[in-house]
């Protein structure tokens, strides 16, 4: 399932379907440095920003599905413990975003 071998613990390894496709793009990365959340993005991807929600569900399912995997915790236990500090989290942010994108 997936490439080649990260260069150390700092990446991840990319799948082999972005590797074959020609047409794959990154489109999202994600790191925790100096305390916070660290995004690249590139926002332009999409026309309708919604499409971004998507993206943010799909990632969730990933997540609860790899959690499944390696604890054995119930997927959609974890996709529900998720959505609800997702939601709390865009009531009252614990944090500030101090960029927007990096692209």
């Known amino acids: 399932m997936f490439g080649r071998k ?10 082999s379907e972005v590797e074959t496709d020609p ?3 990154e489109v999202l990365r994600a790191w925790v440095a ?14 309708d920003a919604a499409n971004w929600g998507i993206v943010l569900a799909d990632v969730a399912r990933h ?12 997927a959609s236990a974890t996709l529900a413990e998720i959505q609800n500090v997702f939601n709390a989290e865009l009531g009252e942010p614990t944090d500030t975003p101090t960029r ?3 692209a």
């Open 6 to 15: 990260p260069k150390s613990d700092r990446d991840l390894t990319a799948p």
């Open 63 to 74: 997540i609860a599905n790899a959690v499944q995997e390696l604890h054995g915790e119930e």
């Open 23 to 25: 047409k794959a793009r």
């Open 34 to 47: 100096n305390g916070g959340l660290i995004c690249a993005l590139r926002p332009e991807t999409w026309d």
């Open 100 to 102: 927007y994108f990096e």
